[in-house]
């Protein structure tokens, strides 16, 4: 568990500390096991890397050979601190602070009587002198719970607070970017795998937090309530990064100034990755709902769908936050056409990616983006090809800053038959119009480029408009079109663009902001790049 105190300064004081001292600490009521705010513990054994307090009140509880049984417990745990925890998480993530406030390079840990379902817990606050923080201890340390006997899990949870420190000190200190708690934790959650405790599976944390994942997996990524959902959440979504992006991803979040999903993206840019937060999102709920070991329930599964019988779906989510609906079992009928009309108050704050199964056994991920001028998913065929689709709209708008308790969006989708094709684009000589035309409908702000293939592309500002100085000299906003709003809308939008002055294939792809604010983010460097 992580406790975050903010501040300004980090002045340094010298503590020294010999085996045997006995010191007064303050402790937090949350997570200690009856409540206290200070606890006294001795110094009872000395490593390379750090001083080993034990809870006095603990230690007067042991019998003399309980105590040396104790004693040694705690020197193995020292041992694999100094040379693995240590030397492995310091390698991979950075440096905690050293020497830190106290100007000591040693960390101090005490074990103590915590609550039984608390493994340990790191506040930052002890990282300050007592000026800026009154409950301070003046010291790199964090406390673990003494009643824990089992080495393999006493070290996970020792692996997991000291990346916490870490943390502290590569975000707060060194770049002066405080940091999302659910990435912290994941990061957290993810030394645990690094230092191998994970392994075997049978009675590990990951064995744990999936159990709980299976029955809360609609819990959202990165709103935090500090309860078991959202540890499950952050260590299965740090595996997934780890095992398809490269473990180096995780590290690198903490190697950027960056807070939350933005970091994220910074980390995989800085290893040459063109995908970003949003499509990283999508592939987890892929990959989720095909995880044999997970077993996925839906969300809602939608069987025997017939011509005449419309289903509506209405629900609300917060950022993040997955969802799986099931469309299967489609009843014998005329239309053999899906239609999917998606709608929110807040469209463009949706994705919405969706999994079609065949009955041939392929499964083909395809994504939508909903907005004003496109609401609407086709799939045809739907009785001789496909046995089932997965539909997993997620909200993506906030990036970072998240709280305890996040604000859901309302959306819903209305699923019918139809036995009309698709809606073919209009041919530009039909509607007096030219590939590269800039258009706007009456009554409408908003400017589109459009293509002889029936897409069209908002253009923001100028400096969009600049990708198209290859059309001509034609200008951007000097020469647009005045179109009704059904040509407008006969044109499906779209959101990749390249650079026709350059032509250098990079693909980029337009992330709306708001209706008037957007950013060009680039996802491919050629198409076939693209295509994947």
Request: proline share 4%; net charge negative; charged share 20%.
């Amino acid at each position: 568990s992580l406790l975050v105190m903010l501040s300004t300064s980090l002045p340094s004081l010298v503590l020294a500390d010999n085996l045997g001292d006995t010191n007064s600490f303050f402790a937090d009521i949350t997570y200690d096991a009856f409540g206290r705010n200070q606890i006294t513990a001795s110094l009872r054994h000395i490593s390379v890397h750090a001083y080993f307090y034990i809870e006095d009140e603990v230690w007067n509880n042991f019998s003399t050979i309980e105590r040396e049984q104790y004693l040694t417990f705690a020197k193995e745990l020292a041992t694999e601190f100094d040379n693995r925890i240590y030397p492995l998480e310091t390698s991979f993530f950075g440096s905690e602070p050293n020497p830190g406030v106290d100007n000591d390079p040693r960390v101090t840990i005490v074990l103590s009587n915590l609550r039984s379902s608390i493994g340990g817990y790191f506040n930052t606050g002890n990282e300050y002198r007592q000026t800026d923080s009154a409950y301070s201890n003046q010291r790199e340390m964090f406390f673990l719970n003494a009643y824990i006997s089992s080495h393999r899990r006493l070290s996970a949870f020792l692996a997991h607070e000291f990346q916490h420190m870490i943390s502290f000190n590569q975000k707060e200190i060194i770049r002066h970017t405080p940091e999302d708690v659910w990435l912290n934790e994941l990061r957290s959650e993810y030394a645990v795998t690094l230092l191998g405790y994970n392994e075997p599976y049978q009675g590990s944390t990951l064995e744990r937090r999936t159990f709980v994942f299976s029955a809360s997996r609609s819990d959202s990524l990165t709103e935090w309530k500090n309860e078991s959902p959202d540890y499950a959440q952050v260590t299965l979504f740090g595996e997934f990064l780890a095992e398809k992006y490269g473990p180096q991803i995780i590290a690198g979040t903490l190697k950027n100034s960056s807070s939350g999903m933005a970091s994220l993206d910074d980390a995989l840019a800085s290893f040459g990755l063109t995908i970003r937060h949003e499509d990283v999102f999508a592939n987890w709920l892929y990959e989720i709902y095909l995880n044999d070991t997970l077993k996925i329930p839906p969300t809602r599964v939608v069987t025997g769908l017939g011509d005449t019988a419309p289903v509506s779906i209405e629900d609300q989510v917060i950022d993040w936050q997955g969802r799986w609906y099931i469309l299967s079992d489609f009843a014998y009928g005329n239309n053999a056409n899906l239609v999917i009309d998606f709608s929110s108050p807040s469209l463009l704050s949706f994705r919405v990616p969706y999994i079609i199964f065949y009955k041939d056994d392929r499964a083909e991920l395809k994504n939508f983006y909903p907005s004003n001028a496109n609401k609407t998913i086709f799939i045809s065929d739907i009785m001789a090809n496909i046995d089932r689709i997965v539909i997993m709209p997620f909200k993506k708008d906030k990036l970072s800053g998240f709280s305890s308790n996040e604000i859901g969006t309302a959306f819903s989708m209305l699923i019918s038959r139809t036995s009309a094709d698709a809606v073919q684009p209009p041919t530009l000589e039909s509607l007096n119009l030219h590939e590269g035309d800039f258009i706007r409908a009456e009554g409408d702000q908003d400017v589109y480029i459009i293509n002889s293939f029936g897409y069209k592309r908002i253009v923001l500002n100028s400096s969009i408009c600049l990708l198209y100085r290859h059309l001509g000299d034609r200008g951007c906003f000097s020469a647009v079109k005045i179109v009704s709003p059904d040509v407008r809308d006969s044109f499906k939008t779209s959101n990749f663009y390249t650079n026709g002055e350059t032509n250098n294939g990079v693909i980029y792809e337009l992330q709306l902001i708001d209706n008037d604010h957007g950013r060009l983010v680039k996802i491919a460097n050629n198409f076939a790049e693209f295509e994947k």
